[in-house]
């Protein structure tokens, strides 16, 4: 390690760049901060799962890639693994790498999504099913898209929604997540109101006819409404039997826009592949692609500081400079910068320990 700094500190004398020993050793200092996250995340994954220390090895790795991939961080994915462990899921990998695709598609928190994904999970029993929860978040993002929905508020919804849904009647996810959507679109509420004022309209519906599907009853209760005359005694009636003193304003929003109702549920049919196509947008953005960038440099960082090479790589480090130092003029300051440049990134083979 002593060889390594010295050799950064070297980098402004032989290569006439002030700077850049400073900020390649801000950067490692960065990293090793980032390093030490990980390693306490996966110390703890390796506690509550059981895991073999190669196991471990294999999921700092996936970690970096899948950080590089989504533009995210690889301590957020490895966070996100460990909720998923103490949640019960056997594939938590498999469900903490749909949480950072979520993370880049729809711009939301690691907390929220990894919430976000569980509750969806659990409302529908998919048992961590990560196709059917992939079709199910891909439908909910082409609403948001093609209807300028908020998406953490969406996200919210379905997450109370979730925890309402043994209190509602069988309401299929399309339904269900096409409902939600309306309900944030027309009334401007939170997502946690929206769902607690669909779960009480559910209810009153349920109560008037419990052998019929509610949403084809709120369907054929909106043509109704719609046909009746604004300010009309009979409008006042129906609000107030179905959507109670509290829900009146969120019932009379609802009804007077079904239409989008409708949109929205063909939105959410037709959604295949919508998740991972923002998230490749997203993924090109700047700071996206700094995120890839920072886990790209921490993972040659953490192979470097691991390798039982170390000396061998700072020698071939050497070699380089020596070689740089000789042709400098030839290749002026950017082709100088390329070398250095493939040699660092070059050090990634040297090690895969985390």
Do not use: C
Not at 136 to 146: F, P, S, T, V
Request: hydrophobic share 40%.
């Amino acid at each position: 390690m002593d060889d390594l700094k010295s050799l950064l500190s070297a980098l402004p004398e032989k290569l006439g760049f002030p700077d850049l020993a400073s900020l390649l050793s801000d950067q490692f200092q960065e990293s090793l901060s980032e390093l030490k996250e990980i390693d306490s995340t996966l110390t703890e994954i390796g506690k509550s799962a059981n895991l073999t220390d190669s196991r471990l090895q294999e999921l700092g790795d996936t970690s970096f890639e899948v950080a590089a991939k989504f533009g995210t961080s690889a301590n957020d994915y490895l966070v996100g693994v460990q909720q998923m462990i103490d949640s019960g899921y056997k594939n938590a990998a498999q469900m903490a790498e749909l949480s950072a695709l979520v993370q880049t598609a729809d711009n939301l928190q690691s907390d929220l999504a990894n919430d976000y994904i569980m509750a969806a999970d659990n409302a529908y029993d998919y048992a961590g099913n990560v196709e059917k929860l992939t079709k199910l978040l891909d439908g909910q993002n082409q609403m948001a898209r093609k209807n300028t929905l908020n998406m953490e508020e969406l996200a919210n919804a379905t997450i109370a929604a979730s925890e309402l849904l043994s209190d509602l009647p069988d309401i299929p996810e399309d339904k269900l997540s096409a409902l939600l959507g309306t309900g944030l679109s027309v009334s401007k509420d939170s997502g946690k109101d929206v769902a607690a004022a669909i779960k009480d309209v559910m209810a009153s519906l349920s109560a008037m006819d419990n052998l019929r599907d509610p949403i084809e009853l709120l369907s054929e209760l909106a043509d109704t409404y719609n046909a009746l005359p604004d300010g009309s005694a009979k409008k006042m009636e129906l609000l107030s039997d179905i959507g109670g003193g509290n829900h009146a304003d969120f019932l009379d929003s609802l009804l007077s826009n079904w239409e989008q109702y409708d949109k929205m549920l063909g939105d959410f049919g037709n959604a295949s592949g919508s998740m991972m196509s923002d998230a490749e947008k997203s993924a090109n953005s700047l700071d996206s692609s700094l995120n890839s960038l920072s886990s790209t440099w921490t993972d040659t960082v953490n192979n470097v500081i691991n390798s039982d090479e170390l000396t061998v790589a700072v020698k071939a480090l050497n070699a380089l400079l020596s070689g740089v130092n000789s042709i400098t003029e030839a290749l002026g300051s950017l082709g100088t910068i390329g070398v250095i440049s493939g040699g660092i990134l070059g050090a990634k083979n040297l090690g895969k320990h985390v």
